[in-house]
């Protein structure tokens, strides 16, 4: 009886059978051609078999092919002045719905406190509104008055207001540094207007924004008394009549 011969190469394999890498087509029939538990591709002598090569995948473009759109250009100054004639717009200034101003009224009756105030531009005047709202939006508020409950208080500036400014207040105001003061019930339309001496100062005011107004104080026709009142208002487009 003839032995068989083993042949020990580059590859160690089982004795008298081909390795899957030797046989044609051995890394890619599904065999375990050399029995060593290892098919095909995961056989080692099949390592460098061109069907076993592994290709590398290239990450995918991200050139879509499309030019790259322009950068924005900075905007430029078109050259145009602001008219000025523009309405005031209401501040969004929580300051201004944040008062707390007390008119006290005639004996017996109370007080009304106050807690929006705006102001406008009429003609050479401006027109300062006040409005016991409950904490309603000043303008939205003023520019309303017909469906608001409680009191209406309107102070007519003659001149405009600066930082330091001392106004007299009188009942019929015709010059620069003096004002008149209207006080309204909303619910009967009785009014009072000024009477007496009374005064107000102006803390600051900013034609587009804040006007801020101290020591606040006047006796009305009807008995009504303004001491010492302080608030801010904010600019309104309307301020009904």
């Known amino acids: 009886m003839k032995s068989k011969v083993c042949t020990l190469g580059l590859l160690l394999t089982s004795c008298g059978a081909p390795s899957e890498g030797s046989v044609v087509g051995g890394c ?26 592994v290709e590398e995948e290239e990450p995918a473009s991200t050139d879509t092919g499309l030019a790259a759109p322009p950068e924005s250009a ?18 969004v200034d929580e300051s201004c719905n944040a008062n707390s101003m007390r008119v ?26 006040g409005l016991q709202t409950g904490g309603e939006d000043g303008c939205t508020a ?21 930082a330091g400014d001392v106004y007299a207040i009188v009942f019929d105001a015709n010059d620069p540094l003096q004002a008149e003061v209207r006080f309204e019930n909303l619910g009967t339309s009785i009014a009072e207007v000024s009477a007496g001496e009374g005064s107000l100062t102006i803390v600051g005011f900013d034609p587009e924004g804040a006007l801020e107004i101290s020591g606040f104080s006047t006796t009305l026709n009807g ?19």
């Open 223 to 241: 008995g009504s008394t303004i001491l010492d009142g302080s608030f801010t208002a904010c600019p309104c487009d309307r301020i009904p009549e």
């Open 28 to 53: 890619a029939n599904g065999l375990d051609d050399d029995g060593n538990g290892s098919l095909d591709c995961a056989d080692a002598s099949c390592v460098n078999a061109p069907v076993c090569a």
């Open 142 to 162: 003023v520019t309303d008055i017909e469906s608001q409950p409680g009191y209406l208080l309107e102070i007519d500036v003659v001149g405009t207001p600066a």
């Open 74 to 91: 900075p905007p430029t100054d078109s050259g145009g002045s602001d008219t000025g004639d523009a309405a005031p717009q209401t501040a």
């Open 104 to 129: 006290t009224l005639p004996e017996g009756q109370g007080s009304a406190d106050f807690d929006a105030f705006v102001w406008t531009l009429d003609d050479d005047e401006l027109v300062v509104a």
